[in-house]
């Protein structure tokens, strides 16, 4: 597994940072996480704020509009609260769809997810390479743009894969992983044409690496998978070289829904070192 799929921040680091300064992931839901575990190795000592606008999830099942005006509205109100010295957008839907336009209105470096198709298509023999993402990342331009740079000479086959987000979600919950929602979505490209020569599949929704064991057993042993995590996670630790770190209250998630988050989930995140939950 891979990686080196990010987009570079939109603006240059001011001299100096506050060292209680968090770095802000944000995703839909647990999918961010995995992106946040590359961050861990890579800063243990920086504080994290991770928000998950659990409230909006899915984002895979809607349209530009709704996810644009969630990623712009709660970032804007994140920011403005907590002062981030840097924002990950680690989740490809929101990224494809909104890192331009939020970018333009914040004033804080704004590092994005986008799917792993350049290194797909470095790794590849058989020049096939399978993605999955979610419905609304499939069908963005910015993929589109991905594909022509970087896999112009390649067969891209894309599927949108919602069960795998509820796959990952359930997974993180401690909840008993469907295998017909791994076998839909492994089966999906494959059926497609040239679907059996994929020998590697980018996971285009930081969602599916929480499920990558399950997908791996589906696709055989040949299939390698590719992401952005580490990528991301090197760009952050790029764009933050220098800064100081000083973690003075314990690491902070944040959700959008209402109600209380279950016990297993809230065991899942203190293992990823958050140790306090509150609603946003
Ligand atoms: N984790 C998100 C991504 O990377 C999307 C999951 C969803 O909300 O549909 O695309």
Redesign the pocket.
Known sequence: MTSAAYSAANCTLPASVDPAAPILLF???V??LTVLEEVRKALPLAPVIYAADTA???????TEAQVAARVAGLLGRMTERFRPRLVCI??????TIALGMVREVLEVPIVG?VPAIKPAAAMTRTGVIGLL??E??IRQAYVDRLEHEFAGDKRLLRHGA?GL?EAAEAKLRGEPVDPALIRHAAEALRMQPDGDRIDTVVL?????PLVEAELAEAFGPEVRFVHGAQGIARQIARLTTGQDYSRQVPDLALFTSAGAVPDAYATKLAQYGLLRIERF
């Open positions: 995703d839909s839901g999918g961010g909006g999830l899915p984002y895979g099942t809607k680690a989740c490809n839907t929101a990224s997810t993402g979610t609304a990342t919602p987000v285009a929704c930081t969602h599916f």
